[in-house]
């Protein structure tokens, strides 16, 4: 099984900042690999996937990078609607498919 | 406008069985594979079960191998989780998925299964 694991796991992050989320696969998952933005109460939503391309709808200032087992996330001027959990989730090797624990970003 | 609506969720007895259903609408369910995965209280996403398109191929996690069944009727264009055996620890907000290249485009939002005497 892969394992995700996610850091940090909280984020406390001011409004207009940069944001800067990991993700790190215990083997390769060349770049098969998703994030998803989670607000309380809803379902994820696909922001990434193919490590990268951002999914229809999501604003520029969401990117994804990286491939084999390190990855990142990057939001790069945060807003209001941004402060949520987010999670990866790699799809290369399964089953299992697999997810990361999530980060939290929070309002400092 | 694609959407998924989870129904079938309640709150249920150790042992007990329950049948969750997901509505697809907005796309031919056919066209692609599905996942169901669950969220326990407060707890991360872990991914459940997979059916191909036309249901002859499915996969589960070793936590409910046995125990859950996945199944569609793409006429009706639903998807189907049977479970039966239930435990305390499958208590979770259980979300259906379409899948699109191994990743989830789109998400139902969720039907609550509570498993406790």
């Known amino acids: 099984e892969v394992v995700m694991t996610q850091s940090p796991a909280t984020l406390s992050v001011s409004p207009g900042e940069r944001a800067t989320l990991s993700c790190r696969a215990s083997q390769s998952v060349s770049s098969n690999l998703a994030w998803y933005q989670q607000k309380p109460g809803q379902a994820p939503r696909l922001l990434i996937y193919g490590a990268s391309t951002r999914a229809t709808g999501i604003p520029a200032r969401f990117s994804g990078s990286g491939s084999g087992t390190e990855f990142t996330l990057t939001i790069s001027s945060l807003q209001s609607e941004d402060f949520a959990v987010y999670y990866c989730?790699?799809?290369?090797?399964?089953?299992?498919?697999?997810f990361g624990g999530g980060t939290k970003v929070e309002i400092k | 406008e694609v959407q998924l609506v989870e129904s079938g969720g309640a709150l249920v007895q150790p042992g007990g069985s329950l049948r969750l259903s997901c509505a697809a609408s907005?796309?031919?369910?056919?066209?692609?594979?599905m996942h169901w995965i669950r969220q326990g209280p407060g707890k991360g996403l872990v991914w459940v079960s997979r059916?191909?398109?036309?249901?002859?191929?499915?996969t589960y996690a070793d936590s409910v191998k046995g125990r859950f069944t996945i199944s569609r009727d793409n006429a009706k264009n639903t998807l189907y989780l049977q479970m039966d055996s239930l435990r305390a620890e499958d208590t979770a907000v259980y979300y259906c998925?379409?899948?699109?290249?191994?990743?989830?485009?789109?998400w139902g939002q969720g039907t609550l299964v509570t498993v406790s005497s």
């Open positions: 998925a379409r899948v699109i290249s191994g990743y989830n485009d789109y």
């Open positions: 989730h790699q799809y290369n090797n399964w089953p299992p498919l697999t």
């Open positions: 907005g796309f031919a369910l056919s066209n692609h594979w």
């Open positions: 059916i191909n398109n036309d249901g002859s191929s499915t």
